[in-house]
């Protein structure tokens, strides 16, 4: 009996990542982050923050605009594997590698760290995509 409902909720899990692309590390971030905030995160505010430039640079600048297409690193010329979860397995199921970037691009593109409102709001915007 046990196991088949660990059965079922592994498919049941399986069935809801193919619908919302978030993974249970994106999800869990998220809500610690608006946990601190105590602000909902807003897929769309991710969104613009992933556009906007910022003294010249933007998230986009190596991740390009359509997160189903693979990047290309601005200095580098190194590809960067799409983001979006829905195409790039890989994606947003590592906590420590998701902050160790976290923590390099905001510096790299806002010259400060994000706040986690702002983590939150991008963690949103890449587990819809
Ligand atoms: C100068 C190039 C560059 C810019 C600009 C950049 N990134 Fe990245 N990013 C990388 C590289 C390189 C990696 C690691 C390679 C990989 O994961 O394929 C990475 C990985 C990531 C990851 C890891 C995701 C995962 O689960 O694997 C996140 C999150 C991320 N970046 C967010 C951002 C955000 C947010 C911004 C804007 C504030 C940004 N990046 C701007 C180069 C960049």
Redesign the pocket.
């Known amino acids: 009996m046990k196991k088949r409902s660990q059965l079922g909720s592994f498919i049941a899990g399986i069935a809801l990542s193919t619908f919302v692309f978030a993974t249970s590390v994106s999800e869990t971030m998220i809500e610690a982050y608006t946990s601190q905030t105590g602000q909902a995160a807003s897929a769309r505010q991710g969104e613009v923050?992933?556009m906007s430039q910022n003294e010249g640079?933007?998230?986009?600048?190596?991740?390009g605009e359509d997160l189903t297409k693979a990047?290309k690193?601005?200095?580098?010329k190194?590809v960067?594997?799409p983001?979006a979860p829905s195409v790039n397995t890989?994606?947003?199921?590592?906590k420590k590698?998701?902050e160790?970037?976290?923590k390099?691009?905001?510096l790299?593109?806002?010259k400060r760290e994000?706040t986690p409102r702002e983590?939150a709001n991008?963690?949103a915007w890449?587990a819809s995509q």
């Open positions: 923050l992933w640079r933007r998230c986009s600048d190596c991740h990047g690193h601005i200095r580098t190194k960067i594997g983001m890989t994606r947003l199921r590592d590698n998701i160790k970037w976290f390099r691009n905001c790299w593109t806002l994000c983590k991008i963690l890449l």
